[in-house]
């Protein structure tokens, strides 16, 4: 008999099997063995095979999962979206945030239970289609400010980076695929301590332009600026902001970082990234009037974005085991709850932000950010097309 055939036969006998007694069920084996020559246990077994298989395809192993809802993962791509792509410890942490804000869907309780109580990797796994990868560099526009390198001195450990107010600084080159000529830097600046972040846009890289940018940033700030450290360009290691810094009734420290030393300040060369380059790219502003349109943006939703809705983390310890580093890192808060939990912020200062925080919507916030991020690209596409046109 060939296999094509036991195959039919067997298909049949399981059809007889199933509804025989039990003395019937004795003859049926005495046949089926004898027809095609099996062992009696392997021809059981070959019978009962496509019951036990139903019996595992109806009855899985394991727990029932929890976040099979697709308007769950829907609702965690519309959060990480409005996030600009957090990664999934910082995006669980900003979930409380933005929730009581979403109103593309109506959510249940159970569905916003389930999202306030899911955890990173379970994130990670329901956003892997979603995910995207970023890997461009931009082009380095520091030049040393050599003659003035030793009235400011290197920062070593000196700070209290627990404390609001001790900033870094740097300055973000929108200048394209070339450095010639005047275009638009953004000056960045973070305190180390709560994370809240300070843009303002200038034109080109002089001292007097910069040196104003940093007095408006000091305006904005709600803490007071004890240190202030940057790279050895030429736009901060000069006379005019040395002087604004050190000769004051309180004098802020001044520090730079070692020369050709990114990691002296890697707080602020982390937020150009964040911060400045995956919201603006690398389009070239050569405009001088996008001065005024960066700012306003600037010094509006993306400062309360960033300040009251993003959260990062914070190196806390950093131990050496042979030759692996291990690091551990606090919980992912925003910089605005960090300052409250600070001891040296005034009731007073808390207060004003509690207040304003509860006043903003981070979706509204995203949406008037992204319309003028759009018209702003969409100028300079255009201003660049048609100077590209007329070369």
């Not at 049926?28 to 004898?34: A, P, R, T, V």
């Not at 707080?267 to 380059?277: G, L, P, S, V, Y």
């Not at 950093?318 to 551990?328: A, C, E, F, H």
Request: with cysteine; charged share 25%; hydrophobic share 35%.
């Amino acid at each position: 008999m060939g296999i094509n055939s036991r195959y039919e036969y067997l298909k049949e006998i399981r059809l007889r099997y199933k509804y025989a007694t039990r003395a019937q069920k004795k003859n049926i084996l005495d046949e089926f063995c004898d027809v095609c020559g099996y062992n009696r246990k392997y021809a059981i077994r070959l019978i009962n095979l496509e019951n036990k298989s139903k019996q595992k395809k109806a009855l899985k192993r394991g727990r029932k999962k929890l976040y099979q809802d697709p308007l769950i993962a829907q609702v965690l791509t519309d959060i990480w979206v409005a996030t600009n792509l957090a990664c999934a410890k910082r995006l669980k942490a900003m979930i409380p945030l933005f929730l009581p804000h979403y109103k593309k869907y109506i959510l249940s309780k159970e569905i916003k239970d389930k999202l306030l109580t899911i955890s990173p990797a379970t994130i990670d796994r329901l956003m892997a289609p979603s995910r995207a990868r970023f890997a461009i560099k931009g082009l380095a526009t520091t030049k040393p400010g050599s003659i003035i390198k030793k009235q400011i001195p290197i920062k070593t450990n000196q700070w209290n980076e627990t404390i609001p107010g001790f900033i870094e600084a740097d300055t973000v080159a929108h200048c394209g695929s070339t450095v010639a000529g005047m275009f638009v830097y953004s000056l960045n600046c973070v305190d180390i301590a709560s994370g809240w972040t300070e843009q303002r846009a200038v034109w080109g890289k002089g001292e007097q332009g910069v040196v104003k940018a940093i007095k408006d940033i000091e305006k904005s700030v709600p803490f007071t600026i004890k240190g202030f450290d940057c790279d050895n360009g030429s736009e901060f290691l000069n006379w005019h902001l040395l002087r604004h810094l050190t000769e004051r009734k309180r004098p802020v420290q001044f520090t730079r970082a070692r020369a050709y030393h990114k990691n002296d300040n890697a707080h602020i060369e982390n937020k150009n990234w964040t911060h400045i380059r995956q919201y603006l790219g690398y389009q070239r502003f050569e405009q001088q009037n996008l001065v005024e349109k960066l700012n306003e943006l600037y010094t509006s939703e993306w400062n309360d974005f960033h300040n009251y809705f993003s959260a990062s983390v914070k190196l806390i310890n950093k131990t050496r085991v042979g030759s692996k580093i291990n690091k551990t890192y606090d919980q992912p808060k925003t910089p605005v709850q960090r300052l409250l939990e600070s001891e040296h912020i005034s009731n007073q200062t808390k207060e004003f932000l509690s207040q304003k925080f509860s006043q903003l919507d981070p979706f509204q916030l995203q949406e008037q950010m992204a319309a003028k991020i759009k018209l702003i690209i969409k100028n300079v596409i255009k201003y660049n097309e048609k100077n590209l046109d007329q070369k």
